[in-house]
């Protein structure tokens, strides 16, 4: 092995001219790695009192004390949906980067985990097999200090983020560490992080130290978050300083570069978290005006029916808008944009776009406040996804954590309530506890656009209205009339209509009023059919409540 050394130090001179590594081991930092490394669940409360997203650029701020760039910041929560792309795309970007340093803690993470296709020589443990190595080859572009983790048993989050069949048994798993610790040994650049050893520490398995502070029992169990997948931010932080005591071991940075002190660090971090949410976000008009044109170009790709290009213009999208600060003129138009998502993105890998867009938006949704218009976007793209549930569950955790939502959130919550009425009751009362007033404004539209009212008055507003309504439910150019008395068979259908939009508030307040009675709000759902067997009659809301119990059951006999 030794007859190899001076070809491997002729050749890592060459790729360290090529990769552009330069001097001061941590000066110019690339962060590259998945939801673990983007802080998927991570966040932390600064002094201002807001939540911010705790991901490894924050942490790599708290921790290192030497001088250096803003972290060339990579790391990808959708790196899941195409392990292999995302490993191409990242290290891509990483090399035009030139880094002093590579982080990449859970980078070859989903090159193990990613389901392997159904069909190849060998199977399952020859596809992961193959997959670590090609992503190894990838990594020998640079000589700069690249510090990977290894390759974790994560089985204890079987259920909860993870399939039984994405789990290697252990021979496997420990087959493939084999293989990256064969890798690193000649290529004293690389720096193994022992994630496996952090895992079975929090798992109730032997104890990790890091920075002097020993990790067992309930101080380790705090290393990962409840799905036993993602780290915390503790955990981020255990991480990255075991990484710099390796670096630091073989002399490749000095004791007073980091702060070697994990209760140091944390307490650092909602500052730098807060910082670095400042300096992400840019509220330009050149920024809002390239989304614009990004916006066109997307729409025009869809007219095309270019997939690749649609897709490519969205990915810019979601990248720039990650980066305003708050909502400005125009961002309609970018809605508008977004509604084309359900009509006419009709491309076979439809659904992995949107997902991948919407995991990419999702360490910035997950704190406790999101940016609203933010959260709005995801909304959207999750809506358009089917995943409904998924903005139900968001918004009643914020109601859990915040009690008062705000009014900035209005329009999402409307998304997450009408995602709740039909199946999921208890969520419905939490995002909504004041039943009596969303029921009240049902009653007050009903009044509002009550057309036997309408009928009865000859105002210019009232024959308007009736003329309206004429043309919406008719769709006729011709159809009009000037008096409650003209056109008889125009006014019974009319009252037809009136009686139908009767039946459909119904309908919406007997969710209500099962909600309620599944929740053990007996006062409410009393409350919610005296007023409507009042206003209906008592054979129209008896329908709505056995429509409202089964979404099967006929609709309503109307004369």
């Known amino acids: 092995m030794q007859r190899n050394f001076p070809h491997r130090w002729i050749a890592l001179l060459g790729v360290f001219l090529l990769a552009g590594c330069h001097s001061g ?53 959708a790196f899941f949906l195409d392990a292999r792309a995302s490993v191409r795309r990242q290290l891509d970007a990483a090399i035009k980067a030139e880094p002093s340093v590579v982080v990449g803690f859970d980078f070859l993470f989903w090159s193990v985990y990613s389901p392997p296709p159904a069909q190849i020589a060998g199977g399952a443990e020859a596809a992961r097999r193959e997959a670590v190595r090609g992503v190894l080859r990838d990594l020998e572009v640079f000589s700069c200090p690249l510090m990977l983790g290894d390759i974790p048993d994560m089985r204890g989050a079987i259920g909860s983020m993870l399939a039984a069949s994405q789990v290697p048994p252990p021979d496997e798993l420990a087959a493939l560490n084999d293989i990256l610790h064969t890798w690193a040994a000649t290529r004293p650049n690389v720096v193994i992080v022992p994630l496996s050893q952090l895992n079975q520490a929090a798992m109730g398995g032997p104890p990790l130290t890091v920075g002097g502070v020993v990790y067992a ?29 390796e670096m630091h071991s073989r002399g490749i940075i000095k004791s007073d570069e980091y702060a070697n002190d994990p209760a140091r660090v944390l307490a650092a971090i909602p500052a730098a978290a807060r910082e670095i949410d400042e300096k992400r976000k840019d509220s330009g008009i050149f920024t809002l005006l390239s989304i614009k044109d990004e916006a066109d170009a997307f729409d025009a790709a869809l007219d095309r029916r270019d997939c690749q290009a649609a897709g490519k213009h969205f990915d810019t999208i979601i990248e720039q808008a990650t980066h305003i600060k708050a909502q400005l003129d125009g961002w309609v ?15 076979p890998d439809y659904l992995q776009h949107l997902n991948t867009w919407r995991n990419r938006l999702r360490p910035q949704i997950d704190v406790s406040r999101p940016d609203p218009w933010l959260l709005h976007l995801w909304s959207r ?57 969303r029921v009240r404004l049902i009653i007050q539209s009903m ?113």
Request: charged share 25%; with cysteine; aromatic share 8%.
């Open 381 to 437: 793209l999750s809506s358009s996804a089917g995943a409904s549930p998924e903005i139900t569950a968001r918004m009643v955790r914020m109601r859990e954590e915040l009690g008062d939502i705000g009014k900035e959130y209005d329009s999402v919550l409307d998304d997450a309530i009408s995602a709740a009425k039909r199946n999921d009751s208890r969520s419905l009362l939490t995002l909504a506890p004041d039943v009596r007033a």
């Open 333 to 347: 138009e970018i809605q508008a944009t977004l509604l084309l998502l359900r009509y006419r993105f009709t491309c």
């Open 447 to 559: 009044e509002r656009y009550n057309l036997s009212t309408l009928m009865r008055g000859d105002s210019p507003e009232d024959r308007e209205l009736r003329q309206s309504y004429w043309s919406y439910y008719q769709e006729s150019k011709d159809a009009h009339f000037t008096t409650p008395e003209e056109d008889a068979e125009q006014m019974i259908s009319i009252e037809r209509l009136r009686l139908q939009d009767q039946a459909r508030y119904a309908d919406d307040a007997a969710l209500w009023e099962f909600a309620c009675r599944e929740q053990g709000r007996i006062e409410d759902a009393n409350w919610i059919s005296s007023q409507f067997e009042t206003l209906v009659g008592t054979e129209v809301w008896a329908q709505s409540r056995a429509q409202a119990r089964d979404p099967n059951e006929r609709r309503h006999d109307l004369p």
């Open 217 to 245: 029992g309930d101080s380790a169990a705090q290393l990962l978050q409840a799905d036993h997948l993602h780290p915390t931010t503790e955990g981020l932080v255990v991480m990255f300083l075991a990484g710099l005591e």
């Open 25 to 77: 081991p941590l000066g110019r930092p690339v962060i590259v790695g998945a939801s673990a490394s983007a802080g998927f669940g991570s966040q932390v409360t600064a002094s201002d009192g807001k939540t911010y997203l705790a991901d490894m650029n924050a942490v790599y701020d708290a921790a290192v004390l030497a001088g250096h760039d803003d972290p060339e910041f990579l790391a990808d929560a």
